[in-house]
């Protein structure tokens, strides 16, 4: 029976980064049930599992809404006003002590790629520090350099609808994406060509035309004998790669040894298979989607991977093309980061020098990195953090030192809804507002949509981050970088330059379109005088001039994976990591009983043959170990198609087996730091 007083509210759903449309029923102030917009265009009433959880994770059940404070006697609960007047005097202290670039912030996933992190950027730079920390250094970030290399922008947001071949490297929307799949659907019953190039027959594999079993870590030399295939063939645009490309000559040159045989060799894909995905893909363009995910970069050779496909991309001309790797046009609203104003390079960020790529694209500093700064205090003390939307203790590499050195922290505070493993270590956690309780501005560029996320209902003494970091900015001299009185005031000044008015945002709660979608537009621009793609040399870059001068190949050269080219008899077995699962996130999502049905346990998923070697079935437990850690795990033996034998999966975000405990902190892809854990080399034992 439906309570008299049930209200509904339309806004955006945050339990993914998908942004699905969203009904919230609220009855007596409390959420009740969440379900699908209909007349969302994004995802058209559907939500995945997570969308409806959304009622348990806003749910005031064990969720931390006084601000706590650790003393000897475990954590006590203080009032708002005490924990940030403490906060801004421990922040103050170390800035005298140490310095102000002794202070960081993380952000993490389940605040990003909006104004929230930004304002986080804007905080600490304004305090003084270029310290900005986030999960994105082991995110999108890899794909994002690797076709900015290229391109000049990455390629986050294709026109799927319109596509006539998509290639999925290493990336799994159904589970990841679910309203993207949507579009991919949407594109197969009109007769686009799905083409899934991964280590596991993924759901979105069994949905494809095309599967490419590959060996962990060996895309590159599959986009490299694609591209030997479409030149060899004719498949190539020939008037796009001379006005547009630069390097074309030393690529082509380059891929004449990938061979499908020697493909076939370092991938373990049969050759036919190759000339196939070769074949659609050339007949097909230009509307052609390469997408990637998480699969290619979490590797040594992850970027130039990434890099390699986009330079199919570029060779058959789908950069902006129909049905292809769509460039969005920006909404126009302002930005809040402060580095023109304020660059802060002279500080040293932490890992700018290592890691210069990293830095000049993305102005991140490299977590991994600062673990080992926060223990060695090399090249500098590092000895404060706010955390805000994350659980790096179980989502970063090498969870073990990730502890260690929190732990060391004169300060920590983390910004939380729920104890994690990493607020456990905080000396504060502060009660902080769900998806629900604030307002922010999102923007779908693949759709060209803009929209406006509803702040349904306020929580006493529970803060948005914007009015966080405004109540200390004002305690200590750095005020006036937060000017507004709140949110909302933000939100205005944000939207000013776009000419959209809040009020008309909000009205649009179904999306906000604010510009056509339109193709090609290099050519226009290319018309006018302006630089067609956003590179250094305005072109599509087969080659780049700029990693050669950093000492890098010009060229997206492959190389094959360590347990590849090095194999370790000790450790005999590949692990991939991260495989997501639809009712999970990350770390989130394990204390609902709900899901806890669904998958119970962390597991590793291993093939048959390898089960039989190890004399393992499943519900067995085993001890993995890689040159890091072991964990202890229970066994789940796939079916033979799943997984290549040798290859084995763990899901993260476990704390009773937590695979980062076993991943790697100290190899790296050199170009962009990210860390190892795809193609780790593990050894299994039965317990
Ligand atoms: N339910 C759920 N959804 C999520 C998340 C979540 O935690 N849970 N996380 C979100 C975030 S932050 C991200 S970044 C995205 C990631 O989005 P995706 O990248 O689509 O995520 P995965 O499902 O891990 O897909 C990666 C695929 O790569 C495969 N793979 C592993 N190694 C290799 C390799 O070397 N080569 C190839 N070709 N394939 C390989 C894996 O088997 C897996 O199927 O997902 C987002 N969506
Ligand atoms: N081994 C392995 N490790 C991986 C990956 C992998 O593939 N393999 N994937 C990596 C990737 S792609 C990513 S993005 C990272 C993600 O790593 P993290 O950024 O650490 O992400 P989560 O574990 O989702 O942590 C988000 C935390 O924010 C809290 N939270 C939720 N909503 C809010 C909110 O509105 N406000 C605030 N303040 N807090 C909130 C949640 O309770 C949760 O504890 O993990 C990485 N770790
Ligand atoms: S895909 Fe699921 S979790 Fe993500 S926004 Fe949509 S309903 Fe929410
Ligand atoms: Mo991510």
């Given at each position: 029976m439906t309570n008299k007083n049930r209200e509904v509210h339309k806004t955006l759903c945050r339990m993914c980064d998908d942004h699905c449309g969203i009904n919230v029923y609220m009855e007596d102030g409390k959420v009740v049930d969440i379900d699908g917009n209909n007349d969302h265009p994004w995802n058209n009433g559907r939500l995945c599992v997570k969308g409806r959880l959304g009622v348990d994770f806003v749910k005031q059940g064990d969720r931390i809404l006084k601000p706590l404070k650790k003393t000897e006697n475990g954590f006590v609960e203080i009032s708002l006003e005490q924990a940030?007047?403490?906060?801004?005097?421990?922040?103050?202290?170390?800035?005298?002590?140490y310095g102000a670039r002794s202070m960081s912030v993380w952000k993490g996933e389940a605040i990003g790629f909006a104004q929230q992190e930004e304002l986080y950027r804007r905080f600490i730079h304004a305090y003084g520090s270029p310290n900005y920390f986030s999960n994105d250094s082991e995110c999108f970030?890899?794909?994002?350099?690797?076709?900015?290399?290229?391109?000049?922008?990455?390629?986050?947001?294709?026109?799927?609808?319109?596509?006539?071949?998509?290639?999925?490297?290493?990336?799994?929307?159904?589970?990841?994406?679910?309203?993207?799949?949507?579009?991919?659907?949407?594109?197969?019953?009109?007769?686009?060509?799905?083409?899934?190039?991964?280590?596991?027959?993924?759901a979105i594999a069994r949905q494809s035309d095309l599967f490419l079993q590959v060996k962990p870590g060996t895309d590159g030399a599959v986009a490299h004998g694609i591209m030997k295939l479409l030149i060899d063939n004719n498949m190539i645009n020939e008037d796009f790669v001379k006005e547009y490309t630069v390097g074309y000559e030393k690529l082509a040159e380059y891929v004449?040894?990938?061979?499908?045989?020697?493909?076939?060799?370092?991938?373990?894909?049969?050759?036919?298979?190759?000339?196939?995905?070769?074949?659609?893909?050339?007949?097909?363009?230009?509307?052609?989607?390469?997408?990637?995910?998480n699969?290619?970069?979490?590797?040594?050779?992850?970027?130039?991977?990434?890099?390699?496909?986009?330079?199919?991309?570029?060779?058959?001309?789908?950069?902006?093309?129909?049905?292809g790797n769509y460039m969005p046009i920006g909404f126009g609203a302002r930005g809040l980061c402060i580095y023109d104003e304020k660059p802060l390079t002279e500080?040293?960020?932490?890992?700018?020098?290592?890691?210069?790529?990293?830095?000049?694209?993305?102005?991140?500093?490299?977590?991994?990195?600062?673990?080992?700064?926060?223990?060695?205090?090399?090249?500098?003390?590092?000895?404060?953090?706010?955390?805000?939307?994350?659980?790096?203790?179980?989502?970063?590499?090498?969870?073990?030192?990730?502890?260690?050195?929190?732990?060391?922290?004169?300060?920590?505070?983390?910004?939380?809804?729920?104890?994690?493993?990493?607020?456990e270590l905080a000396h504060y956690i502060i009660p902080s507002a769900s998806y629900l309780e604030r307002s922010e501005i999102h923007c779908h560029g693949g759709k060209q949509l803009a929209n406006l996320t509803k702040r349904i209902y306020t929580i006493d003494g529970v803060q948005d981050e914007y009015q966080f970091l405004h109540d200390i900015a004002h305690r200590l001299d750095f005020g006036d970088y937060f000017p507004w009185e709140n949110e909302t005031?933000?939100?205005?000044?944000?939207?000013?330059?776009?000419?959209?008015?809040?009020?008309?945002?909000?009205?649009h709660v179904d999306g906000y379109k604010y510009a056509p979608m339109t193709y090609n537009k290099y050519e226009e621009k290319a018309k006018n005088g302006q630089k067609p793609f956003n590179t250094p040399t305005g072109k599509i870059e087969f080659t780049s001039e700029y990693l050669k001068d950093l000492g890098y190949e010009e060229l997206p050269e492959y190389f094959a994976p360590r347990y590849v080219a090095e194999p370790d008899e000790e450790f005999p077995i590949a692990l991939i990591t991260g495989a997501r699962k639809v009712m999970f996130y990350h770390g989130r999502n394990r204390n609902f009983a709900r899901t806890l049905t669904a998958i119970p346990k962390a597991e590793i998923e291993v093939h048959p043959v390898d089960a039989e070697k190890l004399g393992v079935v499943t519900g067995d437990m085993v001890k993995v170990t890689s040159k890091i850690g072991s964990i202890d795990i229970a066994v789940n033996v796939v079916s033979e198609t799943e997984i290549l034998p040798g290859v084995t999966q763990i899901t993260h975000g476990w704390k009773e087996a937590n695979v980062n405990e076993i991943t790697h902190d100290d190899i790296f892809d050199p170009i962009d730091g990210f860390p190892l854990m795809k193609a780790v080399q593990i050894k299994v034992e039965k317990i």
């Open positions: 940030l007047d403490e906060i801004a005097a421990k922040m103050q202290e170390l800035k005298e002590k970030v890899g794909r994002w350099i690797g076709y900015s290399l290229v391109a000049g922008s990455w390629m986050s947001q294709p026109d799927f609808v319109n596509s006539k071949c998509i290639v999925l490297w290493g990336a799994n929307p159904p589970h990841a994406h679910p309203n993207m799949t949507q579009d991919i659907m949407k594109a197969k019953e009109n007769g686009c060509k799905i083409i899934a190039i991964d280590s596991r027959l993924s004449k040894t990938f061979t499908p045989e020697f493909v076939e060799e370092q991938t373990g894909v049969a050759k036919e298979l190759i000339i196939e995905a070769a074949r659609l893909i050339g007949e097909r363009a230009p509307a052609v989607v390469n997408y990637v995910g699969g290619l970069e979490h590797h040594e050779n992850g970027i130039n991977n990434v890099r390699a496909v986009a330079c199919i991309d570029g060779l058959i001309a789908a950069f902006d093309a129909k049905g500080l040293n960020p932490i890992g700018r020098d290592k890691f210069p790529v990293l830095y000049d694209f993305r102005e991140e500093c490299h977590t991994m990195t600062a673990m080992d700064t926060i223990l060695s205090e090399d090249p500098y003390p590092l000895k404060g953090m706010i955390i805000a939307g994350a659980n790096p203790v179980l989502t970063n590499p090498n969870s073990e030192k990730v502890a260690k050195a929190l732990s060391s922290l004169e300060l920590l505070v983390s910004r939380e809804l729920y104890m994690t493993e990493t607020s005031e933000l939100n205005k000044w944000l939207l000013e330059p776009t000419g959209v008015t809040l009020e008309e945002l909000e009205k």
